[in-house]
């Protein structure tokens, strides 16, 4: 199993804006990939109710997760997107 651990670069956390850019990245992935802070069980991260129900805020560890061939590319990009808190999706997801 693929896993990053990756702090939110985003200060508002997870919320509205930067969960809707991350959950569209996640999607455009093409990998199933599952997300989850400390203390939850993992969620499907490319459903959107489900990463705002995590409650992530900005500073917060977030551990991506996927059990499919070839899923360490599609993790270092996730992983980036989050990091850096970009306020646009880029075109390279």
Do not use: C, Q, Y
Request: charged share 25%; proline share 4%; glycine share 10%.
């Amino acid at each position: 199993m693929a896993e990053r651990r990756v702090k939110v670069g985003w200060t508002e956390g997870l919320h509205a804006r930067p969960a809707s850019i991350f959950v569209r990245a996640t999607s455009a992935s093409g990998v199933p990939v599952a997300i989850a802070k400390n203390g939850t069980d993992p969620v499907n991260a490319a459903s959107m109710l489900a990463v705002l129900g995590l409650g992530v805020e900005g500073g917060e560890e977030i551990v991506l997760t996927s059990d499919v061939d070839g899923a360490d590319a599609a993790l270092d990009r996730l992983a980036k997107l989050v990091a850096d808190g970009l306020d646009e999706l880029p075109e390279t997801v």
